[in-house]
């Protein structure tokens, strides 16, 4: 898979995912299995969420959201603080970080 740029809304729901526990809880619920139906499954209750990208976005996206290194305008985004989280949740990189982790219980990092 080739290593793209994050998508603004996968940034942000990442975040969001690090600070919501309740988020947390329903990804946390799916049943890992085929890549391509969790990743959907996610996709989905992201958009429950408010945070709307594509599959494609996802798995474009993942490799440098999962990389200890975000480029500029990811790191940007996060430190910044991200447009689509409110006061109750803001942007944070260690709510980024805890998303990623839980992201990656349930994907898996790039290449495994």
Same mark, same amino acid.
């Given at each position: 898979?080739?290593?793209? +740029? @994050?998508?603004?809304?996968?940034?942000?729901?990442?975040?969001?995912?690090?600070?919501?526990? $309740?988020?947390? +809880?329903?990804?946390?619920?799916?049943?890992?299995?085929? +890549?391509?139906?969790?990743?959907?499954?996610?996709?989905?209750? @992201?958009?429950?969420?408010? %945070? %709307? %990208? *594509?599959?494609?976005?996802?798995? #474009?996206?993942?490799? *440098?959201? *999962?990389?200890?290194?975000? #480029?500029?305008?990811?790191?940007? $985004?996060?430190?910044?603080?991200?447009?689509?989280?409110?006061?109750?949740?803001?942007?944070?990189?260690?709510? %980024?970080? @805890?998303?990623?982790?839980?992201? @990656?219980?349930?994907?898996?990092?790039?290449?495994?």
């Amino acid at each position: 898979m080739q290593r793209g +740029k @994050a998508a603004p809304a996968v940034i942000a729901f990442t975040t969001r995912l690090g600070s919501d526990e $309740a988020l947390r +809880k329903r990804i946390d619920g799916l049943r890992v299995g085929e +890549k391509s139906q969790t990743l959907s499954e996610i996709v989905w209750l @992201a958009s429950e969420a408010g %945070f %709307f %990208f *594509s599959v494609e976005e996802l798995e #474009n996206g993942w490799p *440098s959201l *999962s990389s200890d290194r975000l #480029n500029e305008a990811e790191l940007d $985004a996060v430190v910044g603080g991200i447009r689509g989280l409110d006061d109750a949740h803001p942007g944070s990189y260690e709510s %980024f970080r @805890a998303g990623v982790s839980v992201l @990656a219980g349930v994907i898996g990092r790039p290449n495994d």
